[in-house]
């Protein structure tokens, strides 16, 4: 009976390691990200340290730095199975100890998207002059996901907003209550919002724009996406869904005239 308690107890052990290594890191890495490998050498001052990759796909990765050092920083480039090396050759018998792992790069999942757009209507009331204005505010919402459920990426993403038709300004933009993260401003219509916490692989973000219009006159701003990164390993975002300009619309009201009595 002891004997069939160690299977079992080896047997979910196996199962808790392989859920692990689904999980993004450095040796089961996606498309597009940059990950640190380290060892600890014996001599890093005397002896010749050098990091190598021996097999996958050619011009798969790009060493970024530390290729004769105890840490390499590395991003890889093209879906395939790698063999990192690292070499450390003593300086006087030119004897060397070599490490090796696997590095398994699949594709990036890695997505960011406008997720449905809201429109508004004009909240200014009881005027008639077609010069008469109000502000609106209309919420933008990023949604992003990995198809991970073992880590919580953090997101960076960058938007731009114009206005697309009426006569109207953007007055602000703001990281709607409960969102999280933090917004600047970039420039030209351009902003940013980073730090983005995305539980268990997806999640959604809002932005309020608040626009300034004419009450008797449709306003619309195109919102869109040019940039977006998981911030952990740098991965760029891949755009399979909505980046291109969307619009938000914030409509006219009827211009009712005043009320007359005989």
Request: hydrophobic fraction near 35%.
């Amino acid at each position: 009976m002891k004997k069939i308690y160690t299977y079992l107890f080896a047997t979910a052990a196996l199962m808790i390691v392989s859920a692990a290594a689904m999980a993004q890191g450095g040796l089961t890495p996606f498309v597009g990200s940059t990950h640190v490998y380290t060892v600890t050498a014996e001599d890093d001052v005397n002896n010749t340290l050098a990091w190598a990759i021996t097999s996958g796909p050619a011009g798969g990765y790009t060493v970024n730095s530390g290729a004769s050092s105890e840490v390499v920083n590395i991003t890889w480039n093209s879906i395939g199975t790698y063999t990192l090396e690292f070499r450390e050759r003593d300086k006087t018998t030119l004897c060397f100890t070599i490490k090796t792992v696997t590095v398994n790069v699949s594709a990036n999942t890695f997505d960011v998207n406008l997720g449905s757009l809201t429109d508004a209507c004009n909240n200014n009331s009881g005027t008639v002059s077609p010069a008469d204005s109000a502000t609106s505010v209309i919420t933008v919402p990023f949604e992003m996901g990995t198809g991970e459920t073992t880590w919580n990426p953090e997101w960076d993403v960058t938007f731009d907003l114009s206005v697309n038709s009426g006569n109207a300004r953007i007055l602000s933009v703001a990281l709607a209550s409960g969102a999280s993260g933090s917004l600047s401003e970039l420039g030209g219509g351009s902003y940013n919002v980073t730090g983005i916490s995305s539980a268990s692989g997806s999640g959604t973000t809002l932005v309020e724009v608040e626009v300034k219009g004419y009450s008797f006159e449709d306003v619309s701003v195109d919102i869109e996406i040019t940039a977006a990164k998981e911030l952990q390993y740098n991965t760029s975002a891949v755009s399979t869904g909505s980046w291109s300009p969307s619009t938000n619309t914030i409509y006219k009201i009827p211009s009712t005239s005043d009320i007359t009595t005989d």
